[in-house]
């Protein structure tokens, strides 16, 4: 089992609102990253601020992080989280079978959402003053199907999927360790390495898959990820490039 990585905190609470609330809490009294995790939220949050509910024994964990760059840069982070999310699966469970990352912030495990990565930041113009990657993990339980919308993937849990028994701080720790080898890898090289990395990982890649923003649907080949993280269509009108949205198979 992996060591806790060396320079970033951890604090570990038995009740929170949100992780992610107590990142921009702390976040101004912070001299390096630190990771929070709590035994239970009672306001989390997913995605377009959609509520979200916690089972016992799941993991709920913020990395709040000062990033040196430009807010564009600092975004890339989702990559980097999901790459660590992958590798802390492998690390717990002993295989990546089933295991394939979905554009542009889930962990699937046998065609179900396991996890899901939620960026949060603060700053001024261009830059970015601190970043929060909220990490959210069904390691003994997944909400019932009623509990997404429709068309959505369905979660799936890692004891369901895999039988692993995975204590939150013990699966926190291998998160950690392996962000932090990614971490260092983007800040050393670049975005390219963790763009080919993930790319190796990447759900449907090479399959139709639809692309929907809140005014627009996009169908088409996924083709690639681009230097900036944008999914790639090939569709009946030619390449696109799509900064955000959601995807569906």
């Known amino acids: 089992m992996s060591d806790w990585p060396q320079g970033y905190g951890k604090r570990v609470l038995d009740e929170v609102d949100s992780t992610l609330n107590e990142a921009a ?58 790459l660590a999310l992958f590798d802390a699966c492998v690390a717990v ?34 830059g970015v003053a601190h970043l929060a990657i909220g990490i959210g993990v069904n390691l003994a339980d997944a909400p019932g199907a009623d509990a997404v919308e429709p068309g959505a993937v369905r979660p799936v849990s890692l004891v369901s999927e895999t039988g692993a028994q995975v204590e939150p701080e013990l699966f926190l720790t291998e998160l950690a360790a392996a962000f932090a080898r990614y971490e260092t890898q983007f800040l050393t090289y670049g975005f390219a390495p963790i763009r080919s990395a993930w790319l190796a990982r990447a759900a449907r890649l090479g399959e139709v898959i639809t692309a929907r923003t809140a005014t627009s ?33």
């Open 93 to 126: 469970t002993g295989r990546a079978e089933g295991l394939a990352l979905k554009w542009p912030n889930d962990v699937l495990l046998n065609g179900g959402k396991l996890a899901g990565i939620l960026l949060e930041s603060t700053g001024h113009g261009s």
């Open 25 to 82: 809490r702390i976040a101004p009294t912070l001299s390096g990253p630190e990771w929070i995790m709590a035994r239970r939220q009672t306001a989390a949050r997913g995605r377009r601020g959609r509520a979200w509910t916690q089972a016992q024994g799941n993991l709920a964990a913020t990395l709040v992080m000062r990033p040196v760059g430009e807010a564009k840069q600092a975004a890339l982070r989702s990559f980097v989280a999901a």
């Open 217 to 249: 649907q996009t169908v088409g080949t996924f083709e690639t990820v681009d230097a900036e993280g944008n999914l790639v269509l090939n569709t009946a009108q030619g390449r696109v490039s799509i900064p955000a949205a959601e995807v569906y198979f």
